[in-house]
């Protein structure tokens, strides 16, 4: 094997090292998924345990940013049921790994996101380094994305549902003593008891998750709290979402769905819940657009291409050159997330109890496309790096994945052109040249 190394003990307990050889993180791709399978395998048949440990200063990160490009592109050319089977791979691989007759134990010296959490939860007992960093989390709904892999199922059986909601709608890491406290880890020692402490755990523990035993059920005060009628305002409230525009991003109602439909099922039926609802989410164009600016292309935004200037002056013609009185901007600016876009331009900011109407998102709507239309006829640079640098440094509404992206959801008709103004329609039109092939920039431009 390439990326584990699998050694046994004379005491019956293996040990597999994750170490993908030169990446500064351990991450799935298809063949670290192939040899974490063999690796559970041959433990299976040799072992009475398992500890699953890095040989890196983290554990593990999330998917290959190839394998999340794949995805992106194949809401173009897959049909549904095929990125399900694709998507839902590492989950069931989880899966084997939690009902496995011998006991895993994950040995976490680091940093464990996304996916590296997820595959700490999916094992029998959690050991984990003790340091007062944040190094616990599950980020994906800052990407557009939900936790794919068993995420939105475990956190609420292990810390409780409305701790669960806090951190998969925050998206915010937390300290092992955090997770110590609430479940998420079974012991915090210092670096070098990490492995002895959790290979005794591995030798004494039954391997069986909570869930999966006999008549277990969520407790009766998740119960209670998932049937409040205002729970997910409480849940908007703990991620942060509640002075957002929520709607926009579509993973966070995808969040919320997976927790409220799959919690009070059995376990694998709570994974099928949070498999199909992640496939309709990588099927939508927000999530998509947000993959690529947010995740894959967030190098981008580091680069030199004067985008960021182009994009200060768009927005300053647009204010010198609109109708709108500065309130009527504030309000269109936050009914499409963008506040921070026209408050860098010298907006004031609104208090909280200013509400954006309907009109409102329509305005806003029509306002992003004038300068995204202006931004386009301007850069010369590639769009993906100005649609990172938009994103990243200028304040842009991350739900549109940039001006160039948003440009090509009007073009395909994903975002709705009733009652946009029809200079921007025609405008839109007139850029003939796709602006997006699939996932990826076509490089088409109205640039002289």
Known sequence: MDYITFTPRNDDIAVATLDMPGRPFNVFSEQMMDE???ALEQACKASRGLVIRSGKGSFAAGADLMMIRDFADMRFGADWQSMRDRFSRLGKLFRRIEQAPIAVVAAVNGLALGGGLELAMACHGRVCIDVDRPILGLPEVGLGLLPGAGGTQRLPRLI??????GMLLGGAPVTPAFAMKHGLVDRI?????LLDVALEMAATIRPVARWDQPGWQIPPTDRAFLEQPD???FCLERGGWSQRQHDLYPAVAAICTCVARGARLPFDAGCDVEWDVFVDLMRD???ANMVVTSFLNKSL???TDGGFQLLESAVADFLASSSMSAESVALAARAVDAAALVEAAGVSHLPDHHVPSREDRLAGMAMLGSIALALLRRHRGPHDQLDASAVWN???PQWTGGPIAFLAMLQRGEVSHADLPASLI???????TPLKTGAAYSGASLAA
């Open 285 to 287: 164009p927000v999530a």
């Open 36 to 38: 974490l399978e063999a």
């Open 231 to 233: 729970w997910i305002a």
């Open 160 to 165: 409780g549902a409305a701790k669960a909601m």
């Open 189 to 193: 020692v210092s670096g070098d008891q």
């Open 394 to 396: 200028g304040g842009w």
């Open 426 to 432: 025609d405008g839109v039109s007139a850029i003939g």
């Open 301 to 303: 935004a580091r680069g």
